[in-house]
């Protein structure tokens, strides 16, 4: 299993090893021990899953304030998706910016998005699943978001506007200009950054 660094550090691209043969193949997805040396200790207490059906099926960008932050580790099942973290931990180095990674089938590729990110995806085929851990349950009045094509973000999406589909709810959330400080201390270990 290998684990890179992306331009956003606390944000890691973990690559399983695949083993295959006539049969087809075999990988691990997730090893703790792994995963802790790399990422810090965090515990998973809910897998979620999500199916779309076209390609241009945007989901996000959405995050969860104090005391329910998620820290999310994703993974495409089936078809491919551009995958999302948006840094919005005020005081950190890299506030507002952004790393994406392509996540497919093919690739068998994870993302861990730590507390303190904005997360979100879109798909890149028709017919695609998503499955992703979190660190904490979902909490619908700590649910947060922030608009998918925010120019502010300047994230390339890589459909153009009026391509996307997308829920009312993600349609309507706010500028990253109107961001709330739910994450005010960069380095707090609280807060899932590192000290």
Sequence with gaps: MHFERLAIADVLLITPKRFGDARGYFMETFRQNLFTEYAGDHDFVQDNQSFSVERGVVRG??????PRTQGKLVRCNAGRILDVAVDIRAGSPSFGQHVTAELSEANGRLLWIPPGFAHGFC?????TVVSYKVTDYYSPEHDRG???NDPDLAIAWPIGTGEET????????????????????????AHGAPA
């Design 146 to 148: 922030l608009l998918w």
């Design 166 to 189: 997308i829920s009312e709810k993600d349609r309507k959330q706010p500028r990253f200009a109107d961001l709330e400080a739910c994450f005010p201390v960069f380095g707090d270990a």
């Design 61 to 66: 960008l959405h995050y969860q304030v104090e």
């Design 123 to 127: 798909t890149l085929t028709d017919n």
